[in-house]
């Protein structure tokens, strides 16, 4: 066997030597579902245990206090390669998303990695991203330097497939207020202006624009307002928009002819129109040479995996914020047959069932593979880089 295997088989055995331990952690978190910012206690459960597996941990990192870092360091220089843990859970469902599974698996991969870090160079962290289901824990931690010194990150989340190379669409939000003036329905319509009406004729603009839009572009909206009494003219009336495409570029684009979309139901009904635009999540470039070890590394102990397709499904994470500035991949582990569907009572079964607690455990360990073959040959971390400087460049 190869150095770097030899390394690899005694990352997989700490790995399975803790298994009943990841376990019942797992099985913590998703009994204890937290929201969004709150996950106190997950979050303390899991920077306990990697301090009880030796690791330097900072509680509360970039002003979040249920975010972390915690640090293993190598023998001498190397790359810093960043495990990302999730746990924040829904509102109502609990963990319907299988956060606990993220969040164990990446501290699992870590006490992994940590087993060989006695004879590389480098550091393995794990950092721990609060709500990703609302907050956007990681557009935060990116923006206040929480990757700055990471070279390549990773997770894995679970699905209903087995999967690496899929990408997730960008997505910003557009809020439309209309103001007109109230009058009685009946009596003086002519008199009125009505802001539903021009909310409404915004929907059916941006439904008359659909089929001249990319493939890839989502519109979806809800309306907020639209009146208070069936016979008074709406004075006020507003909808919020999400706006998603596969690119940053082709999302500000559609957004742009959204609020055109606005701006002809004002001039149509002359209720007066104010806008407000709210960044999303950037869309995620999944790292193909990170893919591919990844993917290599789940074979090589008995998973099958498979590339996203060209028109796999996909929505947005804030993830993609960090793929953005690292070489990064968020691969999918199936956990579940096909038909179920994440954010449901079926899905938050599956992630606290044997096949939730099999896959948990071979992500981990294809998590900790990965991290040792970057840590081994930091040149492939550098080929990374560069397929990102040069994925960007394309976009
Ligand atoms: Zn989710
Ligand atoms: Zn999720």
Redesign the pocket.
Known sequence: MSVVGLLKARALSAIDAHRAEFLQISATIHSQPELAFQEYKSSALLCDVLEQHGFTVERGIAGLPTAFRAAMHGVGDGPTIALVA?YDALPEIGHA???NI?GTAAVAAGVGVKAVMDELGGRVVVIGAPA??GGGGKVILVERGAFADVDAAMMV??STYTLVNRASLASMRLTVEFTGKASHAAAAPDDGINALEAVILTFNNVNALRLHLKSDARIHGIITHGGTAVNVIPDYAAAVFSVRAATQTYTEEVLRRVIQCAEAASMATGAQLKYSITPGYKAMIPNVLLGRLFADNWRAIGVEVRDALFNERMGS?DFGNVSQVVPAIHPYIAIASTDVV?HTVEFRAAALSPAGNEGLINAAKAMAMTTIDLLANPALVQDAKAELAATRERR
């Open positions: 999730e998303c299988g956060h993220i990703e289901e989340h679970p994470t994440g």
